[in-house]
């Protein structure tokens, strides 16, 4: 028993010695930059459609026989992209004919016709760069 008394007086000590932390500084700064730079790349398309027609007769010394000036309506087929559209336009093999009414003077003749379906189309294809700064400070002391 003599040989354990020492490891028992060992083990049985509840006193915990500590040593105080002290920090080894007084002031101190901490900086940080974050960048973020982001490629966006976008495609935009827009269409114009004209949905009727217009036809137009415009002129002096002339003569237009015929029972109307407007052609009759037909159907006109157009497929854009994939997609089939079905316009109504005028038919222009059944127009009015037009005759000078004196020959000989002065005239003036002009017809204008702007048939259905697309007019215009604009395509635009852009890239923007977006880039973000972030700069962060930390002021520290005891």
Known sequence: MRRYLPLL?????????????????????????????????????????????????????????GSTLSPPPSQTNQTINGVSYTW???DLTTKPNVTIANPGEAFQ?????????????TTINRTTVLESVTETTSVFSQ
């Not at 920090?23 to 700064?29: I, K, L, Q, R």
């Not at 007769?57 to 026989?65: A, H, R, V």
């Not at 017809?111 to 189309?121: A, C, D, F, T, V």
Request: proline share 4%; hydrophobic share 35%.
């Open 9 to 65: 007086l060992i083990l049985n000590t509840t006193q915990t010695l500590a040593v105080p932390v002290v920090p080894n500084f007084s002031s101190g700064t901490m900086s940080a930059v974050t960048r973020t730079t982001q490629n966006v790349t976008e495609t935009i398309v827009s269409s114009d459609f004209n949905t009727g027609h217009t036809y137009s007769i415009n002129g002096t010394n002339l003569t237009i026989d």
């Open 109 to 121: 003749y002009a017809e204008s016709y702007i048939g259905p379906g697309l007019s215009n189309m």
């Open 88 to 90: 109504t336009g005028a």
